[in-house]
């Protein structure tokens, strides 16, 4: 799915701001580009996630596998910070943080499969970053990473989702022009030719043939 936000800048004017040494944009930027997606557990490490969701397990006799459940509506919202719809609402959000890593964890973490050469074919591992980096000659963002082996993501649209995403900022024309050969391909993705169909046909006929030769000898 491709979204262009309605009124907003193109690459090369929020390049151009991002470059201005006099505005404040490349901060605003930033910090909407780190509050829309993450590249890390939202509650700590990989290692800190993995062992929380193993005693969990463990110890809740009530615990679900999030992927096969449905999403949770929050409660009421209320911020007075003293009544029992308050305590409902930060208990809620507590949960909702945990839900998210655990799905992250089961649905997001890359299993490598590697070429012949022995590279991952998806890139992974990934360049970690503590902190948001601009590229000080081009304008290029490198958003936030703690973790090399997911992608970054969205934590409501994982949430609501409950299975593996990926959430890119476009913030070049190359990228757009990418990603969106790349949505297209995939949606228009052509059936199987007939002589595929026939040799994958030929394929089953021949495993049950010697599945019975087996039997009859045994």
């Known amino acids: 799915m491709l979204l262009w936000i309605?009124?907003?800048?193109?690459?090369?004017?929020?390049?151009?701001k991002i470059?201005?040494?006099?505005?404040d944009f490349q901060r605003k930027i930033v910090e909407y580009l780190e509050a829309v997606h993450i590249g890390e557990f939202m509650t700590g490490s990989m290692d800190k996630v993995k062992?929380?969701?193993?005693?969990?397990?463990?110890?809740n006799t009530n615990y679900k596998d999030?992927?096969?459940?449905?999403?949770?509506?929050p409660p009421p919202f209320c911020d007075c910070n003293n009544c029992e719809k308050c305590?409902?609402?930060?208990?809620?959000?507590?949960?909702?943080?945990?839900?998210?890593?655990?799905l992250i964890l089961r649905s997001n973490v890359h299993d490598c499969g590697r070429n012949k050469s022995?590279?991952?074919?998806?890139?992974?591992?990934?360049?970690?970053?503590?902190q948001t980096e601009v590229d000080s000659n081009t304008g290029a963002l490198n958003v936030k990473k703690g973790e090399?082996?997911?992608?970054?993501?969205?934590?409501?649209?994982?949430?609501?989702?409950r299975c593996n995403s990926d959430v890119t900022s476009l913030l070049s024309g190359t990228a757009i022009k990418a990603i969106v050969a790349y949505i297209s391909d995939y949606v228009t993705k052509p059936g199987l030719k007939t002589y595929?169909?026939?040799d994958a046909i030929r394929s089953v006929f021949r495993k049950k043939r010697k599945g019975k030769k087996n039997c009859n000898t045994s």
């Open 6 to 16: 309605k009124g907003a800048l193109t690459p090369q004017e929020i390049r151009d």
């Open 19 to 23: 470059m201005d040494p006099f505005s």
């Open 51 to 59: 062992h929380e969701v193993e005693i969990e397990k463990n110890q």
């Open 66 to 73: 999030p992927t096969q459940t449905l999403p949770e509506a």
């Open 87 to 102: 305590e409902n609402l930060s208990t809620w959000w507590k949960e909702y943080a945990k839900r998210v890593d655990d």
């Open 118 to 130: 022995g590279k991952c074919k998806a890139r992974f591992p990934r360049t970690l970053y503590d």
């Open 148 to 161: 090399e082996w997911i992608n970054t993501l969205s934590p409501p649209v994982t949430y609501l989702l």
């Open 196 to 198: 595929a169909i026939f």
